[in-house]
């Protein structure tokens, strides 16, 4: 009787573990601490103040939404074709590894389907626009 308990605790084990490594989930944990305060849960934002992530054309471009990520953004911009122009303030914490996470989070939800961003060209494209964490 005491190997079915020893493996049922063991099985639990390993989905905690899984859970806990799982590069999506992280990167949705992520999202709610650093992003969702303005892009909103369901990545629609505030309209006419804050552009949506659901949609978005910029998620197109991985290279520059690390860097926006890392720096902010500030001046116009048009997303799904309405003007946005506030500030968004950078991000100094979020390592290139966590920035990855995020980008895959948000490229795959909302109904936004684009391809696996890897961490090598996330770092790449942090040291293009300056980034002096690595
Ligand atoms: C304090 C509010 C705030 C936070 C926090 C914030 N943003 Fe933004 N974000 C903005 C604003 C405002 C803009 C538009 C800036 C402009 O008008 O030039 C923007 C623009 C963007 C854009 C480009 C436009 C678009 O809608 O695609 C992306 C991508 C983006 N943010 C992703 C993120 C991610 C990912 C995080 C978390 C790591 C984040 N933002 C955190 C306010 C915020």
Known sequence: MRWIFILFIAAIALVLVQC???????????YEQNCQNCHQE???AVRGLIPPLAKSEYLSDP?????????????EITVNGEK????MPPNLVLTPTQISNIINYINN?????????SYNK?????????DEFL
């Open 84 to 87: 946005y122009n506030h500030e």
């Open 109 to 117: 939800s909302w109904g936004n389907k684009h391809p696996f961003v």
């Open 20 to 30: 806990d490594t799982n590069p999506y989930k992280q990167g949705k944990v992520l």
């Open 42 to 44: 369901d990545g629609h």
């Open 63 to 75: 290279e520059q939404v690390a860097c926006i990520i890392r720096n902010g953004l500030k001046g």
């Open 122 to 130: 996330v770092a790449e494209s942090l040291k293009a626009c300056g």
